[in-house]
């Protein structure tokens, strides 16, 4: 069985700055992608940044700039450093993996962190 565990989020004033974690644990053979995604009320659930296990990232338009993703691929963790935070940037953060264990490809999520930008 394969967990993800996020931490960090909470409310920051317009302009701040916020980091967030996620460790995957369990029976994990490999990890190919580890990332964030965001929920805001009413919305749909959209990528907000992506790393690939060999380096390549991918960043949502309005994220590029302003926040960074990183990973350390031996303790299996992501963090995501938001910087100049907006309004917009109020949702509910998601970790996610892509990760096989006992053979299978699969995608996994945490279970969500509040980020409120809000003064």
């Known amino acids: 069985q394969v967990q993800l565990v996020e931490s960090g989020g909470g409310l920051v004033q317009p302009g701040g700055s916020l980091s967030l974690s996620c460790a995957a644990s369990?029976?994990?053979?490999?990890?190919?992608?580890m990332g964030w995604y965001r929920q805001a009320p009413g919305k749909q659930r959209e990528l907000v940044a992506r790393m690939y296990t060999g380096g390549g990232t991918n960043y949502a338009d309005s994220a590029k700039g302003r926040f960074t993703i990183s990973r350390d691929n031996t303790k299996n963790t992501v963090s995501l450093q938001m910087n100049t935070l907006k309004p917009d940037d109020t949702a509910v953060y998601y970790c996610?993996?892509?990760?096989?264990?006992?053979?299978?490809?699969?995608?996994?999520w945490g279970q969500g962190t509040q980020v409120t930008v809000s003064s």
């Open positions: 996610n993996a892509l990760i096989v264990s006992a053979g299978t490809l699969r995608n996994y």
């Open positions: 369990g029976s994990i053979s490999s990890i190919n992608a």
